[in-house]
């Protein structure tokens, strides 16, 4: 399943209560699209509360009172580093009888009032004795006779054993108390999206766009000997790197493998020889020639994108209508979410209506 199919059932397991585990392989955002479920649930929770306050239904106060009340809290917990006991309670002496005395995470969940997500990170690497000290909770929602309260969801996220990554596997008792096993999967349209929307490089976005199947080339093998590799978690590092103006060989490759790190700079030369080429498309946008490879249009569709401007826009947009859909869907994207105030443009509302195959 991949990330936009995925963030919708997590919505839906969250607003439920069901326990839900991810499985896939590292760096591919299992743990980065729990966070990112959680913040749309606040955000769409608090717009629904403040838009009765501009009908009148509740005050200012009322509705912060309700937003502290509904938001929906996270705890994430590492299994490979917990004691059964964290998951179970330190034994003690109360009044006399013995007892299991929660501390922690487990006492914030046990004192639960309002949401709250309780994410079990890397849960496959955790030794078989905690996780069957989790069995009671994920499932008969108590432990040791005390009630989880109604308010708590467990979500668990893990690698395969097959990735090679510390991965024990998760014991038969605790992965049938999940509702569901989900394998969240790579896909380069879902990250190339997030990465326009965060603001990412358009030479790396436009690489990935053009190369899809270099945005995973995790091996187990290759990760065993230490090697760095390319995955969303790693491409998006590498964008943090080229916004610092850092772009040598070695960081480069250093940062997501020699295999996408030695295509993307040769990409990245080309991105760079074709900087130039705008400023001909503005000057003579149904003249200006239109590169025959298809790297190279990839990298001219990108330069175009961060040279659009409102007042530049419509001769942009008619060299636009001149190129295929493929690198025509991939420049409006990446302009508008560059420059939102793009959308409102006549060429942009012109190609919505000339070309709703691109929208789809």
């Known amino acids: 399943m991949k990330a936009s199919d995925l963030s919708s059932v ?5 607003a439920q209560k069901w326990a839900i585990l991810i499985e896939g392989s590292p760096g591919i955002g299992k743990s980065d699209l729990v966070v990112q479920a959680l913040r749309e649930i606040n955000k769409a929770n608090g717009d629904a509360i403040f838009s009765r306050v501009k009908k009148g239904e509740i005050t200012q106060a009322q509705a912060l009172a309700l937003v502290e009340e509904t938001q929906t ?28 005395l929660p501390y922690g995470d487990l006492r914030r969940l046990q004192n639960a009032t309002r949401p709250l997500v309780c994410f079990l990170e890397d849960l496959g690497t955790g030794s078989q004795a905690t996780q069957a000290a989790l069995m009671q909770p994920v499932l008969a929602r108590e432990i040791n006779g005390v009630k989880i309260p109604d308010c708590v969801t467990f979500i668990g996220a893990t690698n395969r054993r097959a990735d090679g990554a510390a991965v024990a596997g998760i014991i038969t008792p605790l992965r049938s108390r999940f509702r569901a096993t989900v394998e969240l999967t790579v896909d380069a349209a879902d990250w190339c999206k997030w990465a326009l929307a965060k603001g990412l490089p358009l ?81 003579n946008p149904k003249t200006a020639p239109i590169p025959a490879e298809v790297d190279r249009m990839f990298a001219l569709s990108a330069a175009l994108s961060y040279y659009a401007t409102p007042k530049n826009i419509d001769a942009i947009g008619q060299y636009a209508d ?33 070309h709703p195959e691109d929208i789809q």
Request: charged share 20%; proline share 7%.
């Open 10 to 14: 997590l919505k839906l397991a969250i």
């Open 73 to 100: 809290d996270l705890i994430i917990c590492h299994p490979v580093i917990s004691d059964p006991t964290d998951f179970k309670g330190l034994p003690g002496i109360v009044n006399g009888q013995a007892e299991f």
């Open 203 to 283: 030479d790396l976005i436009a690489f990935v766009q053009l190369r899809p199947q270099m945005l995973n080339t995790f091996d187990p093998k290759s990760a065993k000997e230490g090697k760095p590799f390319a995955c969303p978690r790693t491409v998006a590092f590498l964008g943090d790197w080229l916004a610092a103006g850092v772009d040598s060989p070695e960081v480069v490759c250093g940062c997501v493998g020699e295999a996408f790190g030695t295509e993307f700079l040769g990409f990245r030369a080309i991105y760079k020889a074709v900087a130039g080429l705008p400023a001909q498309v503005v000057a």
């Open 322 to 354: 001149r190129i295929s859909s493929e690198f025509r869907t991939f420049f409006w994207k990446a302009a508008t979410a560059r420059r939102p105030e793009l959308v409102e443009t006549n060429a942009h509302q012109n190609w919505a209506i000339s």
